[in-house]
């Protein structure tokens, strides 16, 4: 997962480890890993409770931005 999302195994262990004590992903310990599984009811209520308590019922606004492109 970290060369995927290009960052260190380090700073992709303490998202993961934060993503865990909020309850958003699971983790299972398998000999010398750990299998981390995200739980979709939970991001989902998450979802749900910004859309309607911080969106007011709105779709969040999607801000275009423009990419420099070098020449």
Do not use: W
Request: net charge negative; glycine share 6%.
């Amino acid at each position: 997962m970290s060369e995927g999302l290009d960052i260190p195994a380090n700073t992709l262990s303490f998202h993961l480890k934060e993503l865990a004590n909020a309850g958003l992903v699971t983790q299972e310990r398998s000999s010398r890993n750990i299998i981390y599984r995200a739980s979709f009811d939970d991001m989902n209520a998450l979802l749900r409770y910004l859309t309607e308590n911080c969106c007011q019922g709105a779709g969040c606004a999607v801000l275009e931005t423009r990419v420099a492109r070098a020449c």
